[in-house]
């Protein structure tokens, strides 16, 4: 799994330049992104992207993810912050982070 994820991630980098590129890709092309709600958010989870790949187009990966892998909430923990936070903006996160 771990593998097949590496060269996803590898191959997603050949057609792209920058990560504000990579979602938009031509190996993405047919990925739906959409339960990632904040737009901006996909242009640094690159590697939530690789695997939403793997789950849609593998349907032993999707069944390894469904039924043996402990699955963790991002929202549950150090990153729950990040809901109502405009990560475009320094100074929101320092601030949340600080106080």
Known sequence: LVTAWRDVHMAGWRDVSSRFDFAQGPLFRDVDLSY??????????????????????????????????????????????????DASSDEDCARRWVF
């Open 36 to 85: 990632i709600s904040i737009e901006e958010h996909r242009t640094w989870l690159t590697m939530h992207i690789c695997f939403k790949k793997l789950i849609d187009e593998d349907p032993e990966v999707r069944r390894i993810w469904a039924e043996d892998m402990l699955l963790l909430r991002a929202d549950d923990g150090a990153m729950k912050w990040m809901g109502d936070v």
